[in-house]
């Protein structure tokens, strides 16, 4: 089982950036994909963005053109750069890998944008 830390949450204002990071244990090369999901107090986790082992990247409609993931295999870390951030952007925010031994997640990290 990997083990995956998050870092990076904190309070910006609207209108601003945030990077997170999620650093595993072990080598991320073999995951099919790493992700990063969010939950809001009372709504369900959904997606935010996603990155393949191959590099293929896909987003929720809410963050396109805000948000990027990135992957550095050297340093076995999956990154979610944050632009223009809004209230709504206010969560908990997930990491989240799939391999062949099935799905494993971090302990989150708080995003709150606010002014």
């Known amino acids: 089982q990997v083990q995956l830390v998050e870092s990076g949450g904190g309070l910006v204002q609207p209108g601003g950036s945030l990077r997170l990071s999620c650093a595993a244990s072990?080598?991320?090369?073999?995951?099919?994909?790493m992700n990063w999901y969010r939950q809001a107090p009372g709504k369900q986790r959904d997606l935010v963005a996603g990155?393949?082992?191959?590099?293929?990247?896909t987003y929720a409609d809410s963050v396109k053109g805000r948000f990027t993931i990135s992957r550095d295999n050297t340093k076995n870390t999956v990154y979610l750069q944050m632009n223009s951030l809004k209230p709504e952007d206010t969560a908990v925010y997930y990491c989240?890998?799939?391999?062949?031994?099935?799905?494993?997640w971090g302990q989150g990290t708080q995003v709150t944008v606010s002014s």
């Open positions: 990155i393949t082992s191959g590099g293929r990247t």
């Open positions: 072990r080598s991320i090369g073999s995951f099919y994909s």
């Open positions: 989240n890998v799939v391999g062949i031994s099935g799905n494993s």
